[in-house]
């Protein structure tokens, strides 16, 4: 049964309220809206989160803030950005406000902004695969030695697979190994030491020793 123009003189007062402050009068005046004003006390219940999250920032370890609650809405922070240094001058109130800031735009340009991880030079080599099974591979350049990325079907379900990458010199160094899942699809990543340039290939070998897929690089 609230004044139109006293809803909405109060409504934005609901920051300040949240956070504690104004003179006891001010305060009294706010709680006798609230009682007559549904809406009012809807938006209160939306700021009290964020307030409790506010005081939990400390202004000299800004990069340790907290996690904004979920769900905040771009334009309470911002509201509660404008509204808080204007009525709170104290040091943790502004640093606070910079950190909602902060959250605020990040949460508008964050997506668009974030970096976007160059694609991985996968380069597709034929594999030469024994009875029963069928097998495909990429390989993968890294800095740190060449990444095989396997694909198959048919190595036997349970049986321990390793695949060894050889260098020029036919040396074979191990790359990991895997255990065979039976037809279902096999998807495995295996790494060696051995740099690309130095690669002459892969083997994949079988507990018995046979080499039961290969490729020459
Ligand atoms: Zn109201």
Redesign the pocket.
Known sequence: M?APGE?RR??EQLGWYALGHGTPEERAGVRA?LDG?A??RAELAELTPLTAWLDRVDPDRLDDRPAPPPGLGDAVLARIAAERPRRASSRRALAAAAVVGVAAAGFGIGWLARPVPDPLPLEPVAVQAGPGIEATADVVPHTWGLEVRLTGEGFTAGAVYRVVVTDEDGAAVPAGQFLGVGPAELRCNLNSSVLREDAAGFRVVAADGTVVASSEL
Do not use: D, E, M, V
């Open positions: 609230s809803h109060l409504r809206h004003c809406a009012c």
